[in-house]
């Protein structure tokens, strides 16, 4: 076997790409757009104009058959005198020596490079994909959903990688959701709006202008999250204005207090993922195979800020969202939210759980 290391100017980038997906097999999964990985592993991404990096390809007689991007970014917020490196872009067989390979020489070069400690999977921040999932395989995937084959965790457990944090989604059926409903709605009566908090949706068309102004607030946030890294405003409205498209009225909504000030934010979208399924990883078929009516409603992200976590907010917000989009779709995820305790548990136990991994070095 041979061990190539390269960087985006590569001709074996295309190589690392035809990788994507390779080892599914009974697992549900809805393939990935080539154009989108050449579009992400370019130059041009702002992430690669700070952090260092190297693809590695194992080949084996010229042909791919396992690959990694191993990453350190310089912006991520770490502990003092830590420096935590990534891997991402995992594809390996189902095959201990060669992942052990593969993992060798990335953790080679993440030591050589300063790392501290290794995370992973992570394709290069959290704005991005990351997580593996570790259970739910024989569920339907939602877009955007952490999906991979079901041996990938065992490969990173058996090579002395911990499990360093973990998520769950729901699927929530339409009654499940209206009982809910009623018990937020009991609450949010209830209680006194303290804060003179107002929800207002952002305005779908000029996303670009909304977004702009959630950037502080919104990375404010995402600081209280796991793995946080500060990108630009440019970055951020780049990154989440790719949901224009998925979005409905209402589907993202801004909190704000009574002096105006921008507190919180939620939004959920469409799923289309049976026409992506149906596309096949070719966009050229994506526009013939959205002509349906989607049955499933994600609830996706929120946040409030810090000195409002243990408020009420969460169910303010939630509240909101249910209310308007509980009787379009039958079907809802309760999407990816972290191990912490969750409102979403009153309803029912969740069925997906995904988890990221760590190895210190």
Not at 140 to 164: I, K, V
Not at 194 to 213: K, M, Q, R, W, Y
Not at 279 to 295: R, V
């Amino acid at each position: 076997m041979q061990i190539e290391m390269f960087d985006l100017d590569s001709a074996y980038l295309h190589k690392f790409i035809a990788l994507q997906d390779k080892y599914f097999t009974q697992e549900n999964f809805i393939p990935s757009f080539k154009e989108s990985l050449y579009a992400t592993l370019n130059t041009s991404n702002p992430f690669f104009h700070n952090a260092k990096y190297s693809l590695i390809l194992v080949l084996n007689d010229e042909m791919p058959i396992a690959r990694a991007l191993v990453t350190i970014d310089p912006r991520r917020v770490n502990e003092e005198s830590s420096v935590v490196g990534n891997i991402g872009y995992f594809e390996c067989p189902n095959d201990k020596s060669i992942s052990k390979l593969l993992m060798d020489t990335a953790i080679d070069w993440l030591k050589q490079n300063g790392a501290t400690s290794v995370h992973g999977p992570m394709d290069l921040h959290i704005y991005n994909n990351y997580r593996f999932m570790t259970e739910g395989f024989d569920t339907s995937p939602f877009l955007a959903e952490p999906r991979n084959p079901s041996y990938y965790p065992s490969l990173f457990e058996n090579y002395g990688f911990e499990e360093d944090n973990y998520w769950r989604s729901w699927e929530i059926e339409e009654d499940e959701l209206s009982k809910f409903y009623d018990f937020l709605n009991m609450i949010v009566t209830r209680r006194k709006n303290i804060h003179g908090i107002e929800l207002s949706p952002i305005d779908i068309e000029n996303i670009e202008d909304a977004l702009s102004e959630l950037y502080e607030t919104a990375l404010d946030i995402f600081s209280q999250n796991y793995s946080y890294s500060k990108i630009s405003k440019e970055e951020f409205v780049a990154i989440f204005s790719k949901l224009k498209n998925f979005l409905a009225p209402n589907s993202f909504q801004i909190a704000k207090d009574s002096t105006g000030k921008i507190v919180g934010f939620m939004y959920g979208h469409i799923d289309f993922a049976e026409g992506f399924k149906k596309a096949n990883g070719d966009y050229s078929k994506l526009i013939e195979n959205m002509a349906y009516k989607p049955q499933r409603y994600i609830y996706h992200t929120f946040g409030v800020i810090k000195e409002m976590r243990f408020s009420d907010m969460t169910g303010r917000l939630t509240h909101s969202q249910i209310g308007e989009f509980k009787n379009i779709f039958p079907q809802s995820i309760a999407a990816l939210t972290t191990s912490q305790k969750s409102i979403v548990e009153r309803i029912k136990e969740p069925n997906r759980y995904y988890k990221m991994y760590k190895l210190e070095l």
